[in-house]
Nanobody, 119 residues
Framework: QVQLVESGGGLVQPGGSLRLSCAAS????????MGWFRRAPGKEREFVGF????????YVADSAKGRFTVSSDNYKSTVYLHMNSLRSEDTGVYYC????????????WGQGTPVTVSS
């Protein structure tokens, strides 16, 4: 099991930037890969981005391409979601999640950090 704690959310104006962090703890972190998800008000949870624990493989959802990137820092056991050119539709609660490498399902989730994009 992996314990995850997100931070870095807040209020930002349209066009602004935020960096979300997800600190992970557990005995076998290098066996896991990480995902970022969000839940907008009144909507289903959706995938935002993926990063392998090594940081060698990353990808983001189409809605985030060109604006968001994901990265990892193994020494800090932390993964990041870098968000630029934020839009009002990016508002929501952002979660990081962990899955065992090779699995399709994410089993461990953080508590989420809220992001509000508004002027």
């Amino acid at each position: 099991q992996v314990q995850l704690v997100e931070s870095g959310g807040g209020l930002v104006q349209p066009g602004g930037s935020l960096r979300l962090s997800c600190a992970a703890s557990g005995r076998t972190l290098n066996s896991y890969d990480m995902g970022w998800f969000r839940r907008a008000p009144g909507k289903e949870r959706e995938f935002v981005g993926f990063v392998s624990w090594s940081g060698m493989l990353t990808y983001v959802a189409d809605s985030a391409k060109g604006r968001f990137t994901v990265s990892s820092d193994n020494y800090k056991s932390t993964v990041y979601l870098h968000m630029n050119s934020l839009r009002s539709e990016d508002t929501g609660v952002y979660y990081c999640a962990a899955k065992r490498r090779g699995n399709s399902q994410y089993d461990d989730w953080g508590q989420g950090t809220p992001v509000t994009v508004s002027s």
